[in-house]
């Protein structure tokens, strides 16, 4: 898929990732208009909705030795 799955993603990555568009850290031109006009509580908003959909990461506990 093109679009990134957000649903679940960690609150502090969406968080970092959306102040390196902002910053132009990270390189995207259609991010970076996104992220532009988002102020700290917009971004702090956003990372916590998304943190807080059911996703599908994984943790390390089925992947430990003899799991």
């Not at 957000?6 to 390189?27: F, P």
């Amino acid at each position: 898929s093109q679009y990134p799955r957000l649903a679940g993603q960690y609150h502090d990555y969406i968080a970092r990732a959306l102040h390196e568009y902002k910053s132009g850290e990270r390189k995207n031109a259609i991010m970076a208009g996104m992220a532009a006009p988002l102020s700290e509580a917009e971004i702090d908003a956003l990372a916590r909705y998304f943190s807080s959909m059911p996703g599908k990461l994984d943790d390390l506990s089925k992947h430990e030795q003899g799991n």
